[in-house]
Nanobody
Framework: QAQPVESGGGSVQAGGSLRLTCDVAGFTFSGYCIGWFRQAPGKEREGIVVTGNEGSAIYGDSVKGRFIVSRDIPKKILYLQMNNLQPDDTARYYC?????????????????????WGEGTQVTVSE
């Protein structure tokens, strides 16, 4: 079964930036909701951003104005540019994909909607 593959995590100081990469070679941007989620120890998985068929993006409130998602359609890569990182952004970041059902509902920042998950990449932000 196809699985997204994340990379690009690391350790940065507060105020720094990182760019995460998700290889979605087993999927297509057309017909799938594909997005980024994160999970910190002891917390529930949180939706960061999701992209839909037409390329529109929905961002979680905690990252609006700081994180930017982009796509390289020919290479089937989803990027997450993370700017002004803060210690609260420390988490394991996951890429997830889910086929859009026949009735074409909007993509949501709900982890339970997604069945295809990568193994994640760790992001650690220090003071």
């Amino acid at each position: 079964q196809a699985q997204p593959v994340e990379s690009g995590g690391g350790s940065v100081q507060a105020g720094g930036s990182l760019r995460l990469t998700c290889d979605v070679a087993g999927f297509t941007f057309s017909g799938y909701c594909i997005g980024w989620f994160r999970q910190a120890p002891g917390k529930e998985r949180e939706g960061i951003v999701v992209t839909g068929n037409e390329g529109s993006a929905i961002y979680g409130d905690s990252v609006k104005g700081r994180f930017i998602v982009s796509r390289d359609i020919p290479k089937k890569i989803l990027y997450l540019q993370m700017n002004n990182l803060q210690p609260d952004d420390t988490a394991r970041y996951y890429c997830a994909a889910q086929i859009v059902p026949w009735n074409n509902p909007p993509c949501r920042l709900v982890a339970g909607d997604y069945r295809n998950w990568g193994e994640g990449t760790q992001v650690t932000v220090s003071e």
